[in-house]
């Protein structure tokens, strides 16, 4: 769809269409052509499916104020954010709509008092009110939230509210609403649990998909670096340290690494804030409020944290780590690159991610490449150019300001005056520069060693080295899980820390996740653990490139395997039928890359071979 018609043209009231004349707007974006018309005009149930900014905000709110009574002071409207960073911005951008009608607007979410918020939803009488799932539930369990005359409720992000387990407060929400409503839904994916949430709480409602773009951005430079784990501080320095210039956000999987690296980027002299759930909203003001005006000119946060964040102008964007959903990814760079200016997107990564890696790269159709952190000399000398920078701006402001030496100076030129300039600067330079210089030296490289690649794109034992394994799990989506829950299910049953199990990717009916090496057994242990009366299994997924030879010793009589899988790591042939797990461990494990046809019935999605490699691997459900 084009967009072959303006505001303007858009069935509105005339004080919403000025304010969007104010605002500069002129064309809407597909959603939006979509959209507002038809629900300005009609009451109707409505899905709408379209990309993270895409316009989705003004999509349903133009249309939402445009259905508000003035006369009427009671709530009319309920809009559900997974985000309280969401729900600040759809409750700003609602007020800029409705400045010239003045339609009362408010946000309710947790992390601040529920108290506050009970006396502004009394004193301001709000006919919108945006609010987190949880909250919205406490205050219609306290009986301080009444939508008796609701006749709208929107669900923005409902695919993230489902990831961050707000599903069931959602349909508890949505029972609270009058019968006699209009439900609309705007949401990125279609898992089956939205599916399900539509067929049973919408009343045959109007779809619009808008098709997705191109996931890659031509004026974004996407880049990374493959280095050990220990180092991933240092190396995200190391890369600060080569750039001339920066204002840019870095994302991190976790509140703690978010805490760890703004710490470490602080002390090393790059001034960095972070954003993270655990802030008061008061703190998050400032801490925004800081970034915007460059006071500080890095912001560390993690996704979660960082959704309705609209910065323009950033030059960089750098993942710390890869985040669990490709998707965001796409998300995260996306912050760059705006308006026709360039950007660059810089990935830090560990050995393991390499494989997601790939994925992204054919996801967005676009090459990642890979580099190798700066060299020693280069920091250094990047290092002291940036230093005879300042130097100069001190000497100027000095050679300014000749009279405004305190009398304690001449102390101090008598004490050195017998110093010659060549001494002098040998000793500015060691004063400023040692205790960086050493630490460069220390470990000079940070890269992890990438081994060779066999031909036709095979690789000799692995494309990288890995201290994970990738373990399949068959449970997912559809069995009510959240990355969180099952997360938190595994690592009660085995006994690892939470924070160990990684590159969790959870699908509608299955899910992978990534464990360190040694605890291998202590996963493949687990017999008992039941997620919605069904029994959870394991299974090491060749997906992250292990395989060939393990040398292990016999490991028969395990689970059943019904289908086949033929081929190995090289193009292997085998076959595994029924019983045993097929020969020792330490033999080809029919993995690998080999192509891949959809046969056989195994409830893991096909069968572990064992026997020579020489042919293609075929398996009843493609892992990847």
């Not at 300005?40 to 508000?68: M, R, W």
């Amino acid at each position: 769809m084009e967009n072959t018609i303006s505001f303007a043209d858009f069935p509105l009231k005339e004080t919403l269409l000025t304010a969007i004349e104010d605002r500069g707007f002129e064309n809407p974006t597909e959603i939006q052509q979509a959209a507002v018309p038809l629900l300005a005009e009609n009451d109707v149930d409505f899905v709408g499916q379209a990309q993270t900014g895409t316009g989705k905000t003004a999509a349903f709110s133009l249309p939402l104020l445009n259905k508000i009574d003035g006369e009427n002071k009671n709530i009319q409207a309920l809009v559900l954010s997974p985000t309280r960073e969401l729900a600040n911005q759809i409750c700003e951008e609602m007020r800029k709509f409705s400045i010239h009608e003045r339609v009362r607007v408010m946000s309710v979410y947790g992390g601040t008092s529920i108290d506050n918020q009970v006396r502004n939803l009394k004193k301001l009488k709000p006919q919108v009110v945006i609010g987190t799932p949880g909250r919205v539930l406490d205050l219609l369990k306290r009986g301080i939230l009444k939508l008796d005359s609701a006749k709208i409720g929107v669900l923005d992000e409902a695919d993230e509210m489902l990831d961050m387990g707000f599903i069931d407060d959602v349909k508890e929400i949505l029972s609270h609403l009058p019968e006699k409503k209009n439900t609309w839904m705007f949401s990125a994916t279609m898992p089956p649990a939205i599916l399900d949430l539509i067929k049973n709480y919408l009343n045959e409602p109007e779809v619009i998909k808008i098709k997705k773009k191109t996931l890659s951005n031509e004026n974004i430079t996407q880049k990374y670096y493959a280095v050990r784990p220990r180092y991933m501080n240092e190396a995200v320095c190391r890369v600060l340290d080569s750039l001339e210039d920066y204002y840019g956000i870095i994302f991190t999987r976790t509140k703690l690494d978010a805490k760890n690296l703004t710490d470490e980027l602080n002390d090393r002299g790059f001034p960095t804030d972070s954003l993270h759930g655990d802030m008061d909203q008061r703190h998050r003001d400032i801490t925004m409020k800081r970034f915007k005006q460059k006071t500080v000119k890095l912001l560390v946060c993690t996704d979660v944290a960082a959704r309705g964040i609209d910065v323009d102008h950033l030059t960089h964007v750098i993942n710390y780590g890869l985040p669990q959903d490709l998707e965001s990814y796409v998300h995260r760079i996306g912050r760059t690159g705006r308006a026709g200016q360039k950007g660059i997107a810089i990935s830090i990564v560990e050995p393991s991610e390499m494989y997601k890696l790939r994925q992204v790269e054919r996801m967005t159709k676009a090459q990642i490449l890979s580099e190798k952190l700066p060299s020693i000399e280069l920091l250094k000398d990047a290092m002291v150019r940036r230093s005879i920078s300042k130097f100069e701006d001190v000497i100027t402001a000095v050679e300014g300001n000749k009279d405004d030496m305190d009398a304690s100076f001449d102390v101090f030129k008598d004490e050195f005056e017998d110093l010659d300039a060549d001494k002098l600067l040998k000793v500015m330079y060691t004063y400023i520069f040692k205790d960086s210089m050493e630490k460069l030296d220390e470990t000079p490289v940070l890269d992890a060693q990438m081994r060779e690649r066999g031909p036709k794109g095979n690789k000799k034992g692995g494309a990288f080295e890995s201290n994970h394994i990738r373990f399949f799990v068959n449970v997912g989506r559809e069995d009510g899980l959240t990355i969180k829950g099952l997360v938190n299910n595994i690592s009660e049953v085995t006994n690892i820390e939470a924070r160990k199990i990684k590159n969790v990717s959870l699908k509608d009916r299955f899910s992978f996740i990534e464990v360190p090496n040694h605890y291998e057994d202590k996963v493949m242990a687990v017999r008992d653990l039941m997620i919605n009366d069904r029994n959870v299994k394991f299974e090491v997924s060749n997906e992250a490139g292990r395989g060939g030879s393990r040398g292990g010793g016999s490991r028969s009589g395990g689970r059943n395997f019904r289908g086949r899988r033929d081929g190995g790591r090289d193009g292997g042939r085998g076959e595994s039928r029924g019983g045993s797990r097929g020969g020792s461990r330490g033999g080809n494990r029919g993995g690998g890359y080999g192509n891949r046809e959809g046969r056989g019935n195994s409830r893991f999605g096909g069968n572990r071979s064992s026997g020579n490699s020489n042919g293609n691997r075929k398996s009843s459900y493609d892992h990847n």
